[in-house]
């Protein structure tokens, strides 16, 4: 791709700003954001990402060569949106866009991932290995088959409108904007609750899983996690801003098998972790590395994103597409990044 980059970049206009570039914050989309051949069209056309990616599936082990190979398949013999897939997926995907930005030569000022987008950025920060966070994940997903099956919800609706809609294991999932919530349950409560909710009007949008994560039916899966918890995490190398705390990530909370472990039943509350990423580092421009572009359409909404003050790029297409879509769109953010006076190795 590197011919790609330099044909995109030289008809380009640069324009810097006297101040220097707008610092870059990564940011690492988690479950319902994948779809079927996510980024496959960058393998084996952009070097750093195949390389990174490769090494994930290796480092996954016996589970790697299925993981990959379905990733690859026109018609995927595991369904994308089952956690045997999404999981392992997602992070490979997501770990290898973040060490291909960083081969351009770019360091993120600060890292957030959005959900299992965490252990991600806590894997480039230096907080796991790369082995580490590969056994990490393959983990969650051996404990997280055995849970009945579950689901998601989006809903247009702020967090106190929706407790008195919640019942059985139902619960606030993600706190992704004011009003802009995710539910997740085992399959039974969260049909009538998705069922009561679209009667009274609200917006609801199912998100594509079939694990009920972030609620009380995962305890079981956390509780197990925890217990065979094997590795001695690190302080952060790097800035990450946690969707579990909305705060900067703590060496206290890196370092604590709970504190990964809980993620399971935890809410997410992306949106204050992403509103304090911005005023803490004013002007950034946040990109999106991973599939969907979930993560840039809520970036869209802050206030510092919308004043023009910060600015958004997805390296990923929203929705699934021709090889080709892949590499323009991450040629696409080459460039922005390029204009914005960041001077890339790849040019």
Known sequence: MLEDYRAAIAAATRHSPAGGPRP?????????SQYVGMAAGLYREELAFTAAIDEVFDQLGPDGASVQADWLAAGPEVDIDDVRRAQPLLFA????????VHSWGVTPVAMIGHSAGEVVAATLAGVFTL??????????????VRIPSGGMLAVAASVAELEPYLVGDVAIAAVNATRQVMLAGSDEPLAKVEAHLVADDFTVRTVPATTPFHCSAMAPAAAEAEANFGVQPRPPGATI????????????????AR????????????GPALIRLLADHGEVVLVEAGPGQTLTALARRAPAVRSGASAVVPLLPAAPGPPELDRSSVCSAAVHL??????????
């Open 24 to 32: 870059v914050a990564l940011m690492f989309p988690g479950q319902g």
């Open 131 to 144: 082995a580490e966070a590969a056994g990490l994940v393959a983990g969650r997903v051996r404990t997280a």
């Open 259 to 270: 504190f990964w472990c809980r993620q399971l039943t935890d809410t997410v509350h992306f």
């Open 241 to 256: 801003y946690s969707g579990y705390t909305g705060e900067v990530m703590t060496a206290e909370d890196a370092t604590s």
């Open 93 to 100: 995907v997501d770990y290898a866009l973040g060490r291909m």
């Open 338 to 347: 390029w204009t914005e006076g960041h001077n890339l190795s790849i040019a």
